[in-house]
């Protein structure tokens, strides 16, 4: 079994920046992809952005491409998403999840799942 656990969020304005991380518990070698998604009130969940094992290949959301970076280090077995210009749209719940495949962006491709992390943008 592994254990997502997520950094905590925050509020920030609009054109700010703020980084998540999320460390994987024991058992971590058998993590291939891992990815963020993120949930609006009233929304489905989306996928945000996915990094493949070795960090080699990277997918994201046309909706936060060029503003967001995720990356990973697998030494601390930790993945990141660096959010910067931030906007009153990215307001949601975001979540850290972990996958068996070397690379996923569909969460029914994704196993294991974090609490989720709030992220609030004001304008």
């Known amino acids: 079994q592994v254990q997502l656990v997520e950094s905590e969020g925050g509020l920030v304005q609009a054109g700010g920046s703020l980084r998540l991380s999320c460390a994987a518990s024991?058992?971590?070698?058998?993590?291939?992809?891992m990815g963020w998604f993120r949930q609006a009130p009233g929304k489905d969940r989306e996928f945000v952005a996915t990094?493949?094992?070795?960090?080699?290949?990277?997918r994201y959301a046309d909706s936060v491409k060029g503003r967001f970076a995720i990356s990973r280090d697998n030494a601390k077995n930790t993945v990141y998403l660096q959010m910067n210009s931030l906007k009153p749209e990215d307001t949601a719940l975001y979540y850290c999840?972990?996958?068996?495949?070397?690379?996923?962006?569909?969460?029914?491709?994704?196993?294991?799942w974090g609490q989720g992390t709030q992220v609030t943008v004001s304008s």
């Open positions: 999840a972990a996958s068996y495949r070397d690379y996923a962006w569909m969460d029914l491709n994704y196993e294991y």
């Open positions: 024991a058992r971590a070698f058998i993590i291939g992809a």
């Open positions: 990094i493949t094992w070795n960090g080699g290949n990277t």
